[in-house]
């Protein structure tokens, strides 16, 4: 993942918010040689994500940090846990910690979750998905920890595949286009190798848009009788997605009607943060 650009200048948006004008507490009452040992540890359960951007965070504010992981993105954890210790200068540590724990919490809190999903429809030929409802900014480490967490990423961005929503139909409706001119329409226009998505509220569209040449029909916020119907009339024909208020509690049961993926934006815009911590030993 360091390897890519993007991640590099999102460390350093990051550091540049929250050490501001420097870390004035720190450097006014720790002295400038003094060194010690931190250990970043796990405080509940739940899967790792993140690990590598903590350390690079500590690398930024200083080089000669050593860090020692422990613990990678996908492991396991459980409260006390050691991820890794951090040795050098008490006041780089200190600089660096809030980032590197806020990196470090929020993508293990997706992957976390994420691998909740994906556990309570084991043994189901479906994938659970993430959609595009990401932090600014950080979409590219919140999907990454999605797929850490075993889940599979939608859209990273616009230009990767045709999506028409609810949005496009109702602004080309008025305009007299039915849906399957709509996916015509589409197909007619879109660059080469690019997978057609269409979002339906009713059985009566999915097979519309299924018919019209789709290859992704997305069933939105429907009932489970609803989507059973749905599958039953084109399961083969086009590849289907659930989306729509899916909980923890209901996702197999939807699962279990037979689609082919089940999209969460719960995944990343409401998950609860792992509870991670570090403690210093001077």
């Known amino acids: 993942m360091l390897s890519n650009a993007e991640i590099g200048q999102i460390i350093d948006l990051a550091l540049a918010e929250d050490l501001g004008k420097g870390d004035i507490t720190s450097n006014s009452l720790i002295p400038h040689g003094k060194v010690g040992v931190a250990s970043i540890l796990a405080k509940e359960k739940g899967i790792l994500a993140g690990v590598e951007i903590a350390e690079e965070v500590f690398r930024r504010v200083d080089t000669e940090?050593?860090?020692?992981?422990?613990?990678?993105?996908?492991?396991?954890?459980?409260?006390?846990?050691?991820?890794?210790?951090?040795?050098?200068?008490?006041?780089s540590i200190l600089g660096a910690e809030r980032t590197a724990l806020n990196f470090l919490q929020r993508l293990s809190g997706i992957a976390t979750e994420t691998n909740r999903y994906v556990k309570a429809v084991e043994g189901l030929p479906v994938q659970i998905m993430d959609t595009r409802k990401t932090t600014p900014g950080l979409r590219l480490l919140e999907k990454y920890a999605v797929k850490v967490g075993g889940g599979k990423n939608?859209?990273?961005?616009?230009?990767?595949?045709?999506?028409?929503?609810?949005?496009?139909?109702?602004?080309?409706?008025?305009?007299?286009?039915?849906?399957?001119?709509?996916?015509?329409?589409?197909?007619?226009?879109?660059p080469s190798s690019t997978q057609i998505e269409v979002e339906v509220k009713t059985p009566q569209e999915a097979v519309e848009a299924a018919e019209a040449g789709a290859s992704v029909i997305m069933l939105d916020n429907m009932s489970v009788d609803d989507m059973r119907e749905v599958v039953k009339m084109i399961h083969g024909v086009a590849l289907i997605e659930a989306s729509g208020k899916i909980t923890l509690d209901k996702v197999r049961a939807v699962a279990e009607i037979g689609v082919d993926f089940i999209s969460v934006g719960a995944l990343t815009h409401s998950t609860k943060a792992l509870d991670i911590g570090m403690e210093l030993i001077a």
């Open 65 to 91: 940090l050593k860090i020692e992981v422990s613990l990678k993105d996908g492991a396991k954890v459980g409260s006390g846990d050691i991820i890794a210790t951090v040795e050098g200068r008490i006041a």
């Open 154 to 190: 939608h859209r990273m961005h616009l230009g990767d595949a045709i999506l028409i929503k609810d949005t496009h139909l109702a602004a080309l409706r008025s305009e007299g286009l039915s849906i399957k001119e709509i996916v015509e329409k589409a197909w007619q226009n879109a």
